[in-house]
């Protein structure tokens, strides 16, 4: 799960998944995997010739040294490790509370966020009705709105059609840009491109 909204472009390690829950499933690969795949959307996908990502904390202040959890010492960090070998510009942990300001400013071309409601915040705060998810690591363009069905509006003509027209925009923009550029999004499936992974 990618968001782009706003000056932000986000990757998940989690999705849809209970916070409690997370720990028992928070592995070195969860994190790399997202860290692989922004990396090459952003190069691939959205023209960042070198990508420049940052990775979010888990626990506040990214676990200050092992003083609020350990698992930016112990996942996060091999992760970043394994990415900069091979050959990707990520960095952090960094504080979730600061490092999405940081990338609004453009330090950072992209964030790993380390779950949904870390990402989706400044996400939302800032692009709420203009917001995107982007699927990777699919072999198609898969773009869809930011949001749930609300299905609380059906009917009721309150919908703001913004984050689908926002969607369809982005889409149209990769299938554009495969077509200028060949062999950019068609090589998404191929086995030695982190997007097909």
């Not at 692989?36 to 959307?41: E, K, N, P, R, W």
């Not at 692009?127 to 709105?145: E, H, K, M, Q, W």
């Amino acid at each position: 799960m990618m968001f782009t909204g706003g000056p932000l472009r986000v990757a998940l390690a989690s999705i849809h998944e209970p916070l409690f829950e997370l720990r028992n499933g928070f592995t070195i690969g969860l994190v790399f995997q997202p860290i692989d795949l922004l990396h090459a959307a952003l190069r691939d996908w959205f023209g960042v010739p070198e990508p420049r990502i940052a990775v979010a904390g888990l626990n506040p202040h990214a676990g200050e040294n092992g003083r609020f959890g350990d698992e930016e010492i112990r996942v996060i960090q091999p992760a970043i490790e394994m990415a900069g070998n091979a050959g990707i510009n990520a960095t952090g942990p960094y504080p979730a509370d600061t490092v999405f300001l940081r990338a609004a400013q453009g330090e950072f071309d992209g964030v790993v966020a380390m779950y949904h409601d870390q990402a989706l915040i400044p996400v939302k705060l800032l692009a709420f009705d203009r917001a995107v998810n982007l699927t990777l690591g699919l072999p198609i363009i898969r773009t869809s709105v930011d949001h749930g069905t609300a299905y609380d509006i059906v009917g009721k003509n309150r919908a703001d059609p913004g984050s689908m027209k926002e969607a369809i925009r982005l889409a149209i923009d990769l299938v554009d840009r495969q077509r200028t550029s060949p062999g950019v999004l068609n090589d998404a499936a191929s086995p030695s491109n982190p997007l097909a992974e």
